[in-house]
């Protein structure tokens, strides 16, 4: 780099007029000063030192700048930015022999140093793509720009050749900006349809993470269509177990698999459930697939979508994700004051469960000891925190705080157990309204409803009432008592009535209504009777009347064992996603998408069985790619060993944890699966209007590929890169102030010496 270092003066002619009459008057005055000593030479000294500082002042007024101006030792750069990402893979761009070809292949003659020939005489020609299709890593348009003027300082221009997508980094509008300020031109070359190619892709597959054997399985799903007409095709989804992959022998299914599911059928690798769907012209479609496991194992369940044939992207229409499922067995405990009917049939519901290991706390006013006659029965609460955790679901009744029942301390532990540990509390209470003593103690945090303590006993009829779900009640599989949400609505609305509900006022922010009152209504609307809410790691659920036991007149145990069933498995299935012995990871969301921060926490016991208080638990995680990344885990609660963490996936597909514990030398080992999709997609439509925008901030151009000889024509007029200017303003330099001031001492001290002070 060479410089030059010109002084330049910042003035403009009012400032220029009274430095001359500063100047010129300080000289006379001098002067006849100078003639009233009698010319003395000590004063003539003086006096010419006073015209020098004010001479000097006079200059600092009219703001010199010590210019230095580094001039470029190199050549001329012209950088060409090429969009090397996988969406440039997408094959839209009709070449002149009408054969469609990809976007990457249409850049050709632009990569070509044929095409640059002439301008290397005059500058460098670098070649820098971005995004590379390999790394998967997403489209940075901004940080390629932004890169590019950092790296090169001699640059006469750029020229961005892309579709025009980017999905990570900041908006490409920003680093267009950098190169106005340095008057540097972007021209860009757009490339890619702007229309999306006739297509079919599966958006989502949405697999749980297990699932229960002899359980039902709902997996949603998402489809899109870009064909002009709707498209009547049926899915299948191929279940095949782990050993299967593995070579073994296929699984025999069942004799009644058939009749369960006639859809089913059996092949060579497993089973395949097929399911007729019709998406619609230019738009998306959701719907679910039921799948019933017969045995515990690990499973990959592959949803095919049949290929359209105008299609032209058939790398979308396939999406796998794992499951495991598992033998149930569920820990639950129902306590409550009297065996009422709702009490009665619940306990026979559970009980007769396979899944469900019941134990039942009864606080009969009367009886000679608490509890009951059969090997249901516990004859007390859970004695601490460490006994109450092995609880997956508690169903509290008509009970309360009272002596006989339950204490504030056993309130305290409840809270806990479902804020740090997951498990699930349902509360049912009853016409003698002892449950509105729980809203004096911790509990009161967890109610999803607000209770109107005027009327205690609740409200009752001769007349049956009925429920009404919500659009939310329609959707949740709490409320699913048929298989098609039609003959869901008809079940429900066919549902023996109530003859008693709660006295509630409303829900509470944070709650989940799912069902209402059909006919009572209050200022805030239909009264909520079905009501759920997530507190801390746990769910709550709320239910306002204890005439769920009609359910079974004329069908027996068909809808009230289900309900219940159903709402058992939900609140205790985040609990149980991965457990051991001592140890027990969960997380959330339960379904994560790439790049979605995902909260995992555990529960470590001793090997006493009491929680860990401060230790070292660490989860190793490692994706389909192999790369592994190793979360540490905080204490979050020492007296319910909780400890949590937070990951970002940064790729979907099935990923293996490895959970640890150096204290007590455990290990639990179980695995989740990344929904989502590569951020570089094929098929996709071009986005012009981005480089357009980059073009017009940065005052340079968009052009078609076509037209390369017009970006020749520009080329050439750009002006050579100016040279980089810094400016020194000696008017606010230290050193000059310094230099005044030591000035006006000696002219001080001078005066003194001579005699005139």
């Known amino acids: 780099m060479s410089t030059r270092q010109p002084l330049t003066i910042e003035a403009d002619p009012w400032t220029v007029l009274v430095s001359l009459a500063a100047v010129i008057s300080a000289a006379v005055l001098g002067w006849l000063a100078w003639k009233r000593s009698g010319y003395r030479r000590a004063v ?30 190199e050549r001329p750069t012209l950088v060409v930015l090429h969009d090397d990402s996988g969406s440039m893979q997408t094959e839209d761009v009709v070449g002149p022999s009408g054969k469609r070809g990809s976007r990457s292949a249409a850049l050709a003659p632009l990569l070509d140093r044929a095409t640059w020939e002439e301008f290397e005489p005059r500058m460098d020609v670098v070649f820098q793509p971005f995004a590379a299709e390999e790394h998967d890593e997403g489209t940075d348009l901004g940080g390629a720009i932004a890169a590019a003027l950092d790296r090169h300082l001699s640059l006469l221009g750029l020229v961005v050749a892309s579709d ?23 021209f860009t070359i757009p490339v890619g349809s702007t229309e999306r190619l006739p297509d079919l892709e599966i958006l989502s597959f949405d697999v749980p993470s297990f699932g229960v054997a002899g359980k039902a399985v709902r997996i949603p799903f998402a489809l899109s269509s870009s064909l002009p007409r709707d498209y009547a095709t049926t899915l299948t989804l191929k279940i095949a177990s782990r050993m299967l992959e593995k070579g073994a022998a296929p699984l025999e299914t069942s004799d009644g ?47 095919t979508l049949p290929a359209h044939p105008t299609e032209v992207v058939l790398e979308n229409n396939a999406r796998e994700a794992p499951i495991a499922i598992r033998e149930e067995r569920l820990q639950v405990l129902v306590v409550e004051s009297y065996p009422r009917w709702e009490y009665r049939y619940l306990r026979n519901a559970l009980s007769r469960d396979p899944g469900v290991r019941l134990s039942c706390l009864l606080f009969q006013p009367g009886l000679s000891k608490v509890g009951g006659g059969n090997a249901d029965y516990i004859s007390a609460f859970p004695a601490g925190p460490d006994e109450l955790s092995a609880f997956d679901v508690i169903f509290l009744g008509d009970v309360g705080v009272e002596p006989g029942q339950l204490s504030q301390q056993q309130c305290e532990w409840l809270k806990g157990l479902v804020a740090h540990q997951a498990s699930g509390l349902i509360f049912l209470p009853g016409w003698q309204g002892r449950q509105f003593s729980l809203l004096e103690t911790e509990l009161a945090d967890l109610y999803p409803v607000a209770m109107d303590a005027s009327q205690i006993d609740g409200w009752g009829s001769r007349t049956p009432a009925h429920f009404e779900l919500t659009q939310l009640g329609q959707r949740s599989l709490l409320a699913k008592l048929a298989d098609t949400e039609q003959e869901n609505a008809e079940v429900w609305e066919g549902l023996p009535g109530f003859q008693w509900y709660a006295p509630v006022v409303k829900s509470r922010p944070g709650s989940d209504v799912l069902a209402v009152h059909k006919d009572v209504s209050n200022e805030f609307g239909r009264l909520p009777l079905l ?45 149980n996603m991965a457990r051991g012995e001592s140890m027990r990871l969960y997380y959330s969301p339960e379904q994560p998408r790439v790049r979605q921060t995902v909260v995992l926490t555990a529960n470590v016991m001793e090997s006493s069985g009491e929680p860990l208080g401060m230790g070292d638990v660490t989860v190793r995680i490692v994706g389909g790619s192999g790369r592994g990344q190793t979360i540490r885990l905080q204490s979050r609660d020492d007296a319910w060993g909780e400890f949590t963490g937070r990951w970002t996936p940064q790729e979907p597909g099935r990923h293996e944890l490895v959970m640890t514990c150096s204290q007590t030398g455990d290990q639990l080992e179980s695995s989740l699966y990344v929904q989502g999709a590569a951020l570089e997609q094929v098929g996709k439509p071009s986005r012009p209007e981005v480089l357009e925008e980059i073009a017009r901030i940065s005052r340079g151009q968009m052009l078609p590929l076509e ?13 050579d890169p100016q040279p980089d200017v810094r400016r020194i303003p000696l008017w606010s330099n230290p050193y000059v102030a310094g230099l005044m001031i030591f000035l006006l001492s000696v002219f001080w001290v001078c005066r003194k010496t001579v005699g005139l002070i």
Not at 49 to 70: F, I
Not at 164 to 186: E, S, V
Not at 262 to 290: F, K
């Open 44 to 73: 003539g000294c003086l006096e010419l030192l006073r015209w020098g500082l004010v001479a000097l002042a006079v200059l600092l007024l009219n703001q010199p700048e010590w210019m230095q101006q580094y001039l470029p030792s």
């Open 164 to 186: 025009g997508d980017w999905n990570i980094g900041m908006p490409p509008a920003g680093a267009a900006g950098r190169a106005r300020l340095r008057k540097l031109p972007i």
């Open 257 to 303: 698999l058939a009749e369960a599911n006639p859809l089913m059928e059996q092949t060579a690798n497993g089973q395949q459930l097929n399911h007729e769907v019709t998406i619609p012209a230019m738009g998306r479609v959701s719907d679910a697939i039921t799948w019933q496991p017969d045995e515990p194992g690990e499973y990959t369940l592959t949803l």
């Open 531 to 575: 009501v759920t809410r997530t507190f801390g790691n746990g769910k709550v659920l709320f239910m306002g009347t204890d005439g769920a036991w009609r359910w079974r007149k004329g069908v027996e145990d068909l809808y009230h064992y289900r309900f219940w069933s159903q709402v058992v498995r939900w609140m205790a299935y985040q609990r």
């Open 707 to 719: 037209k390369l000889d017009l970006l020749g024509d520009m080329l050439r007029v750009l002006p």
